[in-house]
């Protein structure tokens, strides 16, 4: 059997960083499996995941589905390569606020306040506009630039004007924790055109490491357990053996492993057959993804956007919900350009065009949640999410609320001008409830920020299932360490989150 002192699960986001960062040190054999391909430079990588400009919705992905709401399931992309969704999504690198890591510290993680996390979130980028302000950081493994002025689209460009006219302030660097406002988008590469993944960023520089071995191409079907102990994972009916196992699966893929690995709510794992080692009733529950919405215009025939990034320009302001609200949890972005062969399947049948632009909103903060189970054992059988949209009454004055933001901005006379009509709504569904829920039901969609599947907490929470130092509550060797264990939503898009919490569960690894 071939034996590794650390095996990390899942080579994205948040796996890339743990591998890179415990195979520092050259004693510790690291393996790093990954059910998607490796490509070890630019030369290798396919344009899909090189063009930073536009999402790989398909040719790097699971090709997964969800249940929306109750009547209605959607494409679920989740990225299957090393660098995992970071590898294959909009490169938005934008910090939680204070606030957001306040509360995880408040849910029984003080290691995890905003104070604790500033220092990882500053260390892991090379910002390349402000390293040497406050708050930033020069030299770090993630690239972060922002769009220059001149690099704007017409329609951005119009966003911006039309947000600044409507009494938003200008924002020039959207990472700062007291801004709020218009501003451009802040993004995981060094120039225009080339995302940088989380695999280019560490695993890249990490190549020559003896000890790091990087295994693409193989699904790990289960942690391999003895009693309440893991001691390594079953690939492919093989055994590899470790002193300790790191899930980094992902939101939707580590809360499936461990199930399938018998740590999950008891009575569900028996009626699937699996033999209990843990009874975790927190595993798959809680799930928390961002829904969005918008308004949307069909271009007119000789209109720009084949090429253009997706958005350049991104309003976050504060909504008006009440005593819920949190300071920047309502996101407004221009978007050059849905291609409506992968989002908002409805507004294809009406939109009569192949793609539409549009004021897009995402309500950082739903208060619906869903949850990630299994419905067999097989490892080859998808996991089911069902994303559980709109449960919780309160998200649609939410929505609502968004879809009148979107309408106003969308509605400034240089954006209209580039559009034939708007599609799907009207005038009258402002101010109408009825017609407002029927578009909700429609047009909400997902923007692909799943966490909270593994949530940290401590032992006395039965909700939880790691504790804040990423262990899995009552099974040793065992630890999961990436978006599924954010214990509440960040008012932001959660990469840099994610980056950031590997980073500090490397460092609690690397001390034990
Ligand atoms: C389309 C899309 C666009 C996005 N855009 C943005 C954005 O612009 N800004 C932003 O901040 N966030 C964005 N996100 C979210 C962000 O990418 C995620 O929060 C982040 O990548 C999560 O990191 P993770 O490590 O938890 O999961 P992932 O990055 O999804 O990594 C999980 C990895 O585990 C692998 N894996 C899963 N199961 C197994 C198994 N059984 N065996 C072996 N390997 C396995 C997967 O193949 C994958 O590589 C986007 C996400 C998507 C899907």
Known sequence: MRRFDDIVVGAG??????????????????????????????????????????????????????????RRRVPFPQGKVTGG???????????????????WAALGNPLWSWEQTLPTL????????????????????????????HELTPLQQAFLDGCTAAGHSYVADHNHPASSGVGAIPSTRRDASVRVSTAMAYLWPARDRSNLEIIPGCRVDRVLMRDQQAVGVVVDGEELSARRVILAAGAIGSPALLWRSGVGPADELRRLGIGVHADLPGV??????????????????DAAGEGAPTGQIVLRTTSSSGSTSRFNDMYYAM?????????????????????????????????SRGRVFLESADPSTPPRIDLGYLTDERDYPLLAEAVRGCWDLAHSPKILDQGQEVVLVEQKTLSD????????????????????TARMGPES??????????????????????ASVMPAMVCANTLLSVVMIAERAAGFLACR
């Open 335 to 367: 978007v050059n350009r849905f291609d409506l062969t992968h989002h908002f399947p409805k507004l294809r049948e009406v939109a009569g065009a192949r793609s539409v632009f549009g004021v897009m909103a995402v309500a950082r903060r739903p208060h």
């Open 85 to 103: 969704s970071s590898a294959v999504g909009n490169t938005v690198a934008i910090r939680g606020t204070p606030a957001d890591y306040d509360e």
């Open 461 to 482: 929470d039965e909700t939880a299932v790691v504790d804040q130092r990423c262990a899995v509550h009552g099974v040793g060797g065992l630890y999961v360490a990436d």
């Open 284 to 301: 798959g529950a809680g799930l928390i993804d961002q829904p969005r919405i918008g308004v949307f215009l069909s271009p007119k025939p």
């Open 13 to 70: 986001g948040a796996g890339a960083v743990l591998a890179a960062r415990l195979s520092e040190e050259g004693g510790r054999r690291v393996a790093l499996i990954e059910a998607g391909p490796h490509y070890g430079d630019t030369a290798a990588t396919p344009a899909d995941l090189l063009d930073g400009n536009a999402m790989s919705l398909v040719q790097h992905s699971w090709g997964l589905t969800a249940a929306l709401t109750a």
């Open 433 to 452: 409830e009825e017609l407002m829920r029927n578009y909700i039901d429609d047009a909400v969609d997902s923007a692909y920020n799943p966490v909270g």
């Open 122 to 149: 500053t260390a892991l980028e090379d910002d390349l506009d402000y390293g040497d302000r406050e708050f930033h950081a020069a030299g770090g493994p993630i690239p972060i630039r922002r769009w220059r002025a």
